[in-house]
C-alpha cells in the first residue's frame, strides 16, 4: 500500500482508536461471516441487518489503521456489491484502489477536474464519513441515559433519542430493570439545521414526542424508502410557542440511496432502510416518546430518580388536591395561561368539579406514571398517566404539561389522550 494521508488514515484512526468504539461489533461481526457465504440454490435474499453497513465500514477503516490494506480492500470490495447504493462505502472503496497508485491525501481524493465536478457531493460524503465516526468515538458513557428520561412506566417498552450534532438516533429498551440502550444508528436532519419554527423552514423540530402512526409502505411514493413513523409535531409547548408545521416523520431512503448526508431533509429525520425496518418493528405506536435534541445530556440513572423524586412531591400535592374535592386548592396547581385545546382556565373549572365530584373523594391513583422533561428557555415536564379512582378498575389516561416558575410547578397544559 503507498500513502494514505490525512482524512483516511491519520484523522479516522485518531477517532476509532478509543476503547469501545463501536457498539455494533457483534452485528459487525456476524453480517461480515455472513457476506462470505454463498446463497443457497432458490433461496431468497437475505434481508440487510440494521446497523450491519455501518459495522463493515467501520471494519475497513480498523483495518486500514492497523496496515493491513489487503484485507481492508477485500472488505470494501464485498460492502459495495452487498450495498452497492452506499456511496459512501463506494467513495472509501475507490480511495483504496487509488492509494495502490498514488498517495492519497483525504476521503474522496478525486483528481482534477473531477474533484471540482463533484465538490458537494464529495464534502457531503465527507461530512457523513466524519458524523458516523464522531458518534462511534464519542459513545455515551456505559448505563447512562438522556437526562429528559426522568421515569418511564412499564407501558413505554421503547424509547428514542436523537442527537442531531451527531447524526445519530438512540434506541432505548425498557424493562423492569430500567431503559437500557440497545442499538443506535446514523441519520440525517433538516437542511436547515433544527429548532424548527415555521412551515417550510427545513429545519428539524427539537423537543419531546411522540410516535403517533406507522404508514405502511404501499401507501407511500418511493422518497420514503421503508415506511414512516409519524410524530406530534406541533406538540404542545411548540403550539403555545406559536410554531407552524406538520408531517415530521422518522422515514427511510428512496430506492438507490442507502443513506443521506447529515443535513439533508426537509425537517424529518431519515435513516437508512435497513435501521428502519428494526425501528418500526421494535416501537409501539402512541406509548413510544422520541426525543430529538442538539446535544444530549447523558446523566447516570439514579441522577433521573432525584429528579423524579423532587418533582413528585408536587405532582402528590395535586393528586391530593383533586381528591380531597377543594376546587381552590386544585386551581392553585394551575396556570392562568392554562389552555387545553382552546379551553382557558375560566373554561376548564367547571370541567375539574365534575371529575372531582365524579371521584367522590376517593383516592385517586395515577396508573402507568411516566415523566418527561425538556430545558431549553423554560424547564417543561411532559407528564402521562392513568387517572383511576381508589375502587374503579380503570380511567382515562391523562397528559399533563407542567412549567416550572421560580420554585414552583404550574400545569398549562391538561387532556385526555385515551
Given amino acids: 500500500m503507498r500513502q494514505l494521508l490525512p482524512l483516511t488514515l491519520l484523522v479516522i484512526l485518531g477517532l476509532i482508536a478509543a476503547p469501545g468504539a463501536h457498539a455494533s461489533k457483534k452485528i459487525h461481526s456476524k453480517a461480515v461471516g455472513a457476506a462470505a457465504d454463498k446463497p443457497k440454490p432458490n433461496s431468497k435474499p437475505k434481508q440487510p441487518e440494521a446497523g450491519e453497513a455501518e459495522a463493515r465500514l467501520i471494519e475497513v477503516y480498523q483495518l486500514l489503521g492497523g496496515g493491513q490494506s489487503r484485507a481492508a480492500l477485500n472488505m470494501a470490495q464485498q460492502l459495495v456489491q452487498a450495498y452497492p447504493d452506499f456511496r459512501l462505502a463506494q467513495l472509501v472503496h475507490g480511495d483504496i484502489l487509488a492509494s495502490r497508485q498514488r498517495p492519497v491525501r ?38 447512562a441515559l438522556p437526562a429528559e428520561f426522568i421515569n418511564l412506566s412499564a407501558r413505554n417498552r421503547h424509547a428514542i433519542a436523537v442527537d442531531t450534532s451527531r447524526s445519530r438516533l438512540y434506541l432505548f429498551a425498557n424493562s423492569a430493570t430500567g431503559l437500557r440502550l440497545v442499538a443506535d444508528y446514523y441519520i440525517s436532519v433538516g437542511k436547515s439545521g433544527v ?16 410516535i403517533t402512526s406507522n404508514l405502511d409502505p ?26 407552524t408545521g406538520k408531517g415530521i416523520w422518522l422515514h427511510g431512503t428512496p430506492p438507490g440511496q442507502f443513506s443521506r448526508p447529515p443535513q439533508a431533509t426537509d425537517g424529518c429525520v431519515v435513516l437508512a432502510n435497513p435501521d428502519l425496518r428494526h425501528v418500526i418493528k421494535t416501537v409501539e405506536i402512541g406509548t413510544t416518546p422520541v426525543v430529538i435534541s442538539q446535544n444530549l445530556k447523558w446523566v447516570a440513572p439514579g441522577k433521573t430518580q432525584t429528579e423524579a423524586q423532587a418533582f413528585r412531591s408536587t405532582l402528590t400535592a395535586w393528586q391530593r ?20 385545546y382552546g379551553k382557558t382556565l375560566n373554561d376548564w373549572t367547571p370541567v375539574l368539579r365534575t371529575e372531582q365530584a365524579n371521584i367522590k373523594g376517593r383516592k385517586l391513583e395515577l396508573k402507568d406514571l411516566s ?12 407528564v402521562t ?34
Fill in 106 to 143: 483525504g476521503l474522496g481524493d478525486v483528481p482534477s477536474p473531477l474533484n471540482l465536478q463533484g465538490a458537494e457531493g464529495l464534502n457531503e460524503l465527507r461530512a457523513e464519513s466524519q458524523a458516523r465516526l464522531k458518534a462511534l468515538s464519542e459513545r455515551p458513557p456505559d448505563g
Fill in 195 to 210: 429548532e424548527k419554527k415555521a412551515e417550510g423552514d427545513l429545519r428539524t423540530p427539537l423537543g419531546v414526542y411522540f
Fill in 218 to 243: 404501499k401507501s407511500l411514493t418511493n422518497f420514503y424508502g421503508a415506511g414512516a413513523l409519524p410524530i406530534n409535531y406541533p406538540n404542545i409547548l411548540d403550539s403555545q410557542r406559536g410554531k
Fill in 321 to 340: 388536591a383533586k381528591s380531597a374535592g377543594n376546587i381552590n386548592d386544585l386551581l392553585d396547581h394551575y396556570s392562568p395561561n392554562f389552555n387545553s
Fill in 371 to 382: 415523566l418527561l422533561r425538556w430545558i431549553d428557555a423554560t424547564d417543561t415536564m411532559i
Fill in 385 to 418: 398517566f392513568g387517572e383511576v379512582p381508589n375502587g374503579s378498575r380503570t380511567g382515562p389516561v391523562k397528559r399533563q404539561y407542567w412549567a416550572r416558575q421560580g420554585s414552583q410547578w404550574k400545569i398549562f397544559f391538561e387532556g385526555t389522550i385515551g
